[in-house]
């Protein structure tokens, strides 16, 4: 189990992640096509379930058509 700091950061990833695919009007399933990743592992990571790869977030913000850095930037809220 990660460190409680690392377990928010993840949630507020997974939420960011959310709120850009929705932004770009895509599904999940979508996405995980265009990442050619499994809908079920794309699912896990925008829930915050899942850590994933730095390879596959790239593939994830490429898919969604948005720089990584809009997926992980952190925000000014606590």
């Known amino acids: 189990m990660p460190p409680d700091r690392v377990r928010a ?3 507020q990833i997974a939420d960011q992640l959310r709120a850009v695919r929705l932004h ?3 599904t999940q399933e ?3 096509i265009r ?4 809908l079920d592992t794309y699912n896990r990571i925008e829930q ?3 850590s994933p790869q730095l390879d ?4 994830v ?4 058509g948005v720089p ?3 997926l992980v930037r952190q925000s000014d809220q606590p």
């Open 30 to 32: 979508a996405v995980s």
């Open 48 to 50: 915050g379930h899942s």
């Open 56 to 59: 596959t977030l790239i593939k």
């Open 68 to 70: 990584l850095e809009d």
């Open 9 to 11: 950061r993840r949630l």
């Open 35 to 38: 990442a050619g990743i499994a």
């Open 61 to 64: 913000a490429d898919a969604i």
């Open 24 to 26: 770009a009007n895509l």
